[in-house]
């Protein structure tokens, strides 16, 4: 509502701003625009974490049914991380969700299985390249001579927790991109002050 005072006259004039029509597929997509802008940055973070690996997954912005957006019940569902298709990811999961251990590698029982051959100095000759709730990842891996083994027993690998601390993290962050993408929103719904 516009309050005027015009001066010339005594009173004052009222003018009302009536609604214009609600235009929710350019709402939608600058939501859509927004949120796909955080998921990259948020791909970014998983990127860090494999940067000196050598199988390195390759990590990727997916979005899930995104035929829905338009419908009376819109719904986005991005996912971001490691390529479900790229063989190195089940690297990646080992690492960022962790394993039990000790575990005998090959598993007991297998007879046909064939020797096992890799670097190694001994007890603390291995250095990891990545720490738990760490978005990054370092120079390491094995030193030493090459070993042959018909057995070993596997530690086991500590979880780094990598998508657990990426998403506690983008949680807060997500705060900062919210009023941004609302006023974005607000302008793309045709309901803007802005202008009126």
């Known amino acids: 509502m516009a309050m005027r005072f015009h001066g010339k006259k005594p009173g004052i004039s009222m003018q009302a701003v009536l609604p214009l029509p609600l235009l929710t597929n350019q709402m939608q997509a600058a939501i859509v625009e927004d949120q ?17 690996w050598k199988h390195k997954p390759k990590m990727q912005v997916r979005l899930k049914h995104p035929i829905k957006l338009m419908a ?23 690492v960022d969700l962790g394993t039990r251990g000790p575990y005998p590698i090959p598993k007991v029982g297998n007879t046909t299985a064939k020797p096992l051959y890799f670097q190694w100095g001994g007890p603390g000759s291995y250095k990891a390249k990545t720490k738990p709730r760490v978005l990054g990842s370092t120079g390491g891996g094995p030193s030493g001579p090459m070993v042959s083994f018909k057995r070993v027993m596997h530690p086991g690998i500590e979880a780094r927790k990598f998508s657990e601390t990426i998403a506690r993290r983008w949680g807060q962050l997500s705060r900062k991109y919210l009023p941004k ?5 607000v302008l793309a719904s045709g309901h803007s002050m802005k202008g009126r």
């Open 72 to 94: 009376d019940n819109a719904t986005l569902e991005i996912k971001v991380g490691p390529d479900p298709l790229d063989s190195d990811t089940e690297i990646f999961t080992y």
């Open 181 to 185: 993408t609302m006023n974005k929103v």
């Open 36 to 52: 796909l802008k955080m998921a990259k940055e948020i791909q970014e973070d998983f990127e860090k974490t494999v940067q000196t």
